[in-house]
């Protein structure tokens, strides 16, 4: 199973950018699917990108499309999440997983990690 640490969050104003960086321990990051999920008090988990083993595909939830962009470095074992425009419904607490099958967007990926809280102020 794969270790997965995120780092990045934090307050910013409406309008702003953030960049969560998660971190993954593992010899076999590159065949893992990579995903966001993100979870606002009260609300169910929901996806918000995600990016194929090899990178070349990526998907998006359509409230972050046009203002999020998912990458990855297979060497550095890291998946990064460049968030702009941010809106005050952004604000959740943001979890990167990995699978290595099946269809990414919906929540049964293998591993998570511990989360990390994003709030965007109006």
């Known amino acids: 199973q794969m270790q997965l640490v995120e780092s990045g969050g934090g307050l910013v104003q409406a309008g702003g950018s953030l960049t969560l960086s998660c971190a993954a321990s593992?010899?076999?990051?590159?065949?893992?699917?990579m995903g966001w999920f993100r979870q606002a008090p009260g609300k169910e988990r929901e996806f918000v990108a995600a990016i194929s083993w090899s990178g070349s595909n990526l998907y998006y939830a359509d409230s972050v499309k046009g203002r999020f962009t998912i990458s990855r470095d297979n060497v550095k074992k890291l998946v990064t999440l460049q968030m702009n425009n941010l809106k005050p419904e952004d604000t959740a607490d943001y979890y990167c997983a990995a699978k290595n099958r099946g269809y990414v967007y919906t929540p049964d990926y293998d591993s998570w990690g511990q989360g990390t809280q994003v709030t965007v102020s109006a």
């Open positions: 593992g010899r076999t990051f590159s065949v893992y699917h």
